[in-house]
T-cell receptor, first 112, second 109 residues
Framework: EPEVTQTPSHQVTQMGQEVILRCVPI?????FYWYRQILGQKVEFLVS????????KSEIFDDQFSVERPDGSNFTLKIRSTKLEDSAMYFC??????????FGSGTRLTVV | KNEVEQSPQNLTAQEGEFITINCSYS?????LHWLQQHPGGGIVSLFM???GKKKHGRLIATINIQEKHSSLHITASHPRDSAVYIC???????????FGTGTRLQVFP
């Protein structure tokens, strides 16, 4: 069964450093998403991406965040200057518009 | 106020019991999703519903659009069903999912 692949599975970074979280969505999907889950809290929407541009973003997705689909297969989330409160599990997902989502297994980001 | 509410928050059961998890939402939706999250953190999609009922193995999901309510049922529960079950809705006109806080299910042998 097709999978969404996320790397790395766990990343530890120092506050103020830039991180890039990587995702390979399912190849024939057109819609891509990033969500995050702070420990003990519910999953929150960050951003959706379609046709090579952001289609929707949440209040969380401020100027410190950016997304890119650099080569037609990878989908990345960049956090420019990490803060302690960015520590969370970050999930990538992809979908065809009228079908269910497929989620990756997540990247656990720890900012120290 | 949360747009998606789940109950109960925690649920324990003996193996073989019939399980029901409830989800209520307050926004107009185009679809409702039931998801499963295991202790390792990964999220697996179980169902996407816009009306009626769906069944997959021992899992059954129903939705009542008029009442803005959905239920997930597990028949003949098994310890491997132990996980967090999450209800999420796609609000009409957007692509994003709005998540509930999840129901932690533990099934004991």
């Amino acid at each position: 069964e097709p999978e969404v692949t996320q790397t790395p599975s766990h990343q530890v970074t120092q506050m103020g450093q830039e991180v890039i979280l990587r995702c390979v969505p399912i190849s024939n999907h057109l819609y891509f998403y990033w969500y995050r889950q702070i420990l003990g809290q519910k999953v929150e929407f960050l951003v959706s991406f379609y046709n090579n541009e952001i289609s929707e973003k949440s209040e969380i997705f401020d100027d410190q965040f950016s997304v890119e689909r650099p080569d037609g297969s990878n989908f990345t989330l960049k956090i420019r200057s990490t803060k302690l409160e960015d520590s969370a599990m970050y999930f990538c997902a992809s979908s065809e518009r009228n079908y269910g989502y497929t989620f990756g297994s997540g990247t656990r980001l720890t900012v120290v | 106020k949360n747009e998606v509410e789940q109950s109960p928050q925690n649920l324990t059961a003996q193996e073989g019991e019939f399980i029901t998890i409830n989800c209520s939402y307050s926004v107009g939706i185009s679809a409702l999703h039931w998801l499963q999250q295991h202790p390792g953190g990964g999220i697996v999609s179980l169902f996407m519903l816009s009306s009626g009922k769906k069944k997959h193995g021992r899992l059954i999901a129903t939705i009542n659009i008029q009442e803005k309510h959905s239920s997930l049922h597990i028949t003949a529960s098994h310890p491997r069903d132990s996980a967090v079950y999450i209800c999420a809705v796609r609000s009409g006109g957007t692509d994003k999912l709005i998540f509930g806080t999840g129901t932690r299910l533990q099934v004991f042998p």
